[in-house]
Nanobody, 125 residues
Framework: QVQLLESGGGLVQAGGSLRLSCEAS????????MGWFRQAPGKERDFVAA????????YYADSVKGRFTISRDNDKNMMYLQMNSLKPEDTAVYYC??????????????????WGQGTQVTVSS
């Protein structure tokens, strides 16, 4: 069973960039499709991006296409989310997620079985 730990959140001005990292432990990350979700106060947890076991296939929410890039390094058991041109509406807690399949079957929260604790991203206007 994999454990996930996010890092890299923080406070940034609109138009700025942040890179989130997710470290997988307890099981090789190459066994899992992985993704990022986010949850703003009072809102549901929403899909951001996901990728299959080797990163060859990626998926993005429309709201982040062209601004965010998801990637992974299975040799390091790491996944990343590069966030550029950040907007105040990107403010949320960002969660790393994994599912014990090598491909992304679903981009809903029910499509992922393992979750990190989350990292706060705040974008000021």
């Amino acid at each position: 069973q994999v454990q996930l730990l996010e890092s890299g959140g923080g406070l940034v001005q609109a138009g700025g960039s942040l890179r989130l990292s997710c470290e997988a432990s307890g099981s090789p990350s190459s066994h899992y499709a992985m993704g990022w979700f986010r949850q703003a106060p009072g809102k549901e947890r929403d899909f951001v991006a996901a990728l299959n076991w080797n990163g060859a296939r990626t998926y993005y929410a429309d709201s982040v296409k062209g601004r965010f890039t998801i990637s992974r390094d299975n040799d390091k058991n790491m996944m990343y989310l590069q966030m550029n041109s950040l907007k105040p509406e990107d403010t949320a807690v960002y969660y790393c997620a994994a599912v014990n399949t090598v491909v992304v079957v679903s981009t809903t929260t029910s499509g992922f079985d393992f979750w990190g604790q989350g990292t706060q991203v705040t974008v000021s206007s």
